[in-house]
């Protein structure tokens, strides 16, 4: 029994002294991307370019395959339920909706986490394990500025556009199978979809991806970093940065649609 | 010896990880011009102790000068107009995987520096010449061999033409022809551009070639400083036992002091 409380305590402990040590790489990451440009030690342009382009435009396919498959399960099953009422034409207003406020962010964060969290955790352990953190310190070259902030911004950027992506490619999954198996009308279709979307479920969408991405990056940084033990070391990062991201992003989600969504005034 | 400048000042270091003491009141003082060597066995801190030359550790009591300004308590602007005075080898090279050799070496100079790009090629091949890699420039880390890598990373150590640069076991790994190879640079770097060399290692053949003075550390303290010819004849057993290499003596590698017997039989129940 005493271990029991023992374990817990020392959890509890470990996990107060982990969120103080991200929230304080957060503060170091911001201070880099908005004060250090007019320290004249701005981020590296190029390190943030090769950053957007391995995060954005190579997460393409991947995006697109799940948002498009799970756009057309949500099709799919609401289908089953709406057309026995006789308003099959709801789907296109359920897919729409779902996309943009939940499924959009949320699942295209969690394949971001698990594809470009877990390569920023496994890259930057390898470092830390061989020594390079440590000589980018010699060369005065704060780590931080130098691998962090690129990230950060890298994905801060490229996340809600995935998102956007993931949301047109979800919907139109849907739109495929109401054309095809609903045989509802196309334009009827398309004009349901944005009769029922409002302004405020893309943005909350948008608002949701900028976050997670900061969850996503930080951890994945963190772990990184703090990285000691070799080559095990390096394979334990990776694992807790993407289960950790993953619960932080549905936790997150879950806070701020309980904000947008369901807090009463 | 001779009337030469201080460069590095040890004072009174002391350094405890939790309830351990890693270093135990050490005092050093390092001329210019002259080649340190620290060595001692597993675990004697001597890879801590370079890491509080270096400032990237705080000791917890203690001062260490270096260029007038005692970097135990300096600030990061402070550090980084320092650091720009040396130039470390780690024990791998701690070559960046994503950039190309010369790309690696010119890196303090194209961020710490306003140099044209010109004179910057220039200088990645008089570094490259330095070392013996002429036209390496444009691989990549995961091409070199491991004495390669280690030559690269020397070579980007002394890019800013420093006063000092530390040497982490430089020979660690390296065949008896490369470690004369790497021995030789270090003589030749520091006779050529007068800097001042601290090599941490245990090899004991380095250790004779290159060192002006050694620095024998056990447990955390100073067994003796001295030339080669006085360690060589040095009294002490502790020492002895290390530069002959014998596995028998008064360095135990047998860490605890339990009576065998007893330890072997602790678990048995009757």
């Known amino acids: ?265 | 010896m001779q009337n030469k400048e201080i460069v590095i000042s040890v004072k009174n270091l002391t350094k405890n990880f939790g309830t351990r003491r890693i270093l135990n009141d050490l005092s050093l003082d390092i001329y210019q011009g002259e080649t340190v060597v620290i060595m001692g066995g597993s675990g004697c801190g001597k890879s801590t102790f370079l890491r509080h030359l270096i400032g990237a550790i705080r000791p917890d009591h203690g001062e260490v000068w270096m260029f007038g300004k005692n970097i135990a308590k300096a600030s990061d602007e402070e550090m980084d107009e320092i650091r720009k005075k040396y130039g470390m080898l780690f024990q791998s090279g701690a070559l960046f995987d994503s950039l190309t050799v010369g790309e690696n070496i010119a890196l303090p100079l194209r961020e710490h520096t306003k140099l044209d790009e010109n004179i910057i090629s220039i200088v990645i091949k008089m570094k490259l010449e330095l070392v013996g890699l002429r036209g390496f420039e444009d691989l990549m880390p995961s091409q070199l061999s491991g004495g390669m890598k280690k030559r690269v990373g020397l070579a980007r150590a002394i890019v800013m033409d420093p006063a000092i640069v530390f040497y982490d076991e430089p020979t660690a790994g390296l065949d008896p022809v490369m470690t004369g190879v790497v021995d030789k640079l270090t003589i030749d770097l520091t006779k050529k551009l007068h800097i001042t060399s601290v090599v941490v290692t245990h090899d004991m053949n380095s250790v004779f070639r290159i060192a002006d003075r050694i620095v024998m550390l056990h447990q955390g303290n100073i067994l003796q400083i001295g030339t080669p010819d006085e360690i060589r004849h040095s009294k002490n057993p502790l020492v002895q036992q290390f530069i002959t290499g014998d596995a028998e003596g008064p360095i135990s590698f047998v860490q605890q002091g339990d009576d065998y017997l007893e330890h072997l039989t602790s678990e048995i129940k009757e």
């Open chain 1, 1 to 265: 029994m005493i271990l029991f409380l023992e374990s817990i305590g020392k959890l509890t402990q470990s996990f107060f002294k982990e969120s103080t040590q991200i929230l304080l790489l957060l503060s170091q990451t911001l201070y880099w991307v908005f004060l250090g440009p007019f320290k004249k030690k701005p981020v590296s342009r190029k390190g943030f370019f090769f950053q957007t382009v391995f995060s954005g435009p190579s997460s393409v396919l991947i995006v697109f395959f799940v948002d498009f498959f799970i756009g057309m399960v949500l099709a799919m099953q609401s289908a089953y339920q709406l057309e026995q009422l006789g308003a099959a034409i709801y789907v296109a207003a359920l897919v729409g909706v779902s996309m943009t406020r939940e499924i959009g962010p949320v699942l295209t964060s969690l394949v971001i986490a698990g594809r470009v969290g877990a390569a920023i955790t496994a890259e930057l352990a390898t470092m830390k394990v061989t020594e390079q953190v440590e000589a980018l310190e010699t060369i005065s070259l704060n780590p931080v500025r130098y691998l962090v902030a690129p990230r950060f911004l890298a994905l801060l950027i490229m996340l809600p556009c995935l998102v956007v992506l993931g949301d047109l490619v979800g919907m139109f999954g849907g739109y495929l199978i109401g054309i095809f198996n609903l045989g509802l009308s196309s334009g009827l279709y398309i004009d349901t979809t944005i009769e029922f979307l409002t302004v405020k479920d893309i943005m909350t969408g948008l608002l949701k991806g900028a976050v997670f991405s900061m969850i996503i990056s930080m951890i994945a940084c963190y772990q990184g970093l703090s990285t000691e033990g070799g080559a095990e070391g390096v394979g334990r990062s990776t694992t807790k940065s993407v289960v950790t991201s993953f619960i932080l992003i549905i936790v997150a989600d879950a806070i701020l649609t309980a904000v947008f969504y369901f807090a009463k005034t």
